[in-house]
């Protein structure tokens, strides 16, 4: 019970220092907020990329599921990924 109620007190504290913060520096909370949305985005884009990626695998015949295959695909993506361009860094 007491681990709980200190849970609570830190949650609670953090989240007021982050809208306290927020509210007092703007400018750095919006850039904060564009790099976690930029993250966001590659994030998403690379999860989708990997389930269409196994989706097609998925989708072929199984004579068709050669591991070579496979990997040759997973290279393709790793180096389309490696290629996407970065966020600025602040």
Do not use: C
């Given at each position: 019970m007491i681990k709980l109620i200190i849970h609570l007190i830190f949650f609670t504290?953090?989240?007021g220092l982050g809208i306290w913060w927020g509210?007092?520096?703007p400018s750095?909370?919006?850039v904060v907020s564009s790099q976690e949305e930029i993250q966001a985005a590659k994030i998403q884009a690379a999860?989708?990329?990997k389930i269409e990626l196994l989706n097609s695998?998925?989708?072929t015949k199984p004579?068709?599921?050669n591991p070579a295959k496979?990997?040759?695909?997973?290279?393709?993506?790793?180096?389309?990924l490696?290629?996407?361009?970065q966020p600025p860094t602040n």
């Amino acid at each position: 019970m007491i681990k709980l109620i200190i849970h609570l007190i830190f949650f609670t504290a953090g989240a007021g220092l982050g809208i306290w913060w927020g509210v007092n520096h703007p400018s750095e909370a919006a850039v904060v907020s564009s790099q976690e949305e930029i993250q966001a985005a590659k994030i998403q884009a690379a999860a989708e990329a990997k389930i269409e990626l196994l989706n097609s695998f998925l989708s072929t015949k199984p004579a068709d599921q050669n591991p070579a295959k496979y990997q040759q695909m997973l290279d393709d993506e790793k180096r389309k990924l490696q290629a996407s361009p970065q966020p600025p860094t602040n």
